[in-house]
């Protein structure tokens, strides 16, 4: 379960600094994860831990879910896109996909 922590106005300028200023955040996370990839290939969620930069768009797609209380649901699916998108695509042709799905949360800090 995401923690919700004290002074959103607070928060909520600190975001709105870092979206200003290029957008990148960094994160840092222990979790249960996997994908499933073209070709019906796959890899059962197991333990990793994990720690990258996410790029525009998923900072301000997380922050916005967050300030509208999304359920932690939300905020998990856009972090596996934005995990798919940042880490397991980079640096491959157009096209490649792998649909990853992030479980069981166990640690999860943002550095901006």
């Not at 890899?43 to 932690?72: Q, S, V």
Request: glycine letters at 6%; hydrophobic letters at 35%; aromatic letters at 10%.
């Amino acid at each position: 379960m995401l923690l919700a922590l004290a002074q959103p106005r607070i928060r909520r300028k600190a975001h709105r600094t870092i979206l200003e200023n290029n957008g990148h955040v960094m994160v840092s996370f222990r979790a249960w994860l996997g994908f499933t990839a073209a070709g019906g290939s796959s890899d059962d969620p197991r333990l990793r831990m994990l720690t990258l930069g996410l790029d525009a768009p998923y900072p301000e797609r997380l922050f916005e879910a967050r300030h509208r209380n999304e359920p932690e649901t939300r905020l998990l699916q856009i972090l596996s896109t934005a995990l798919g998108t940042c880490y397991f695509h980079r640096n491959r042709p157009p096209g490649t996909t792998e649909n990853v799905t992030i479980e069981k949360v166990d640690y999860l800090e943002f550095y901006y």
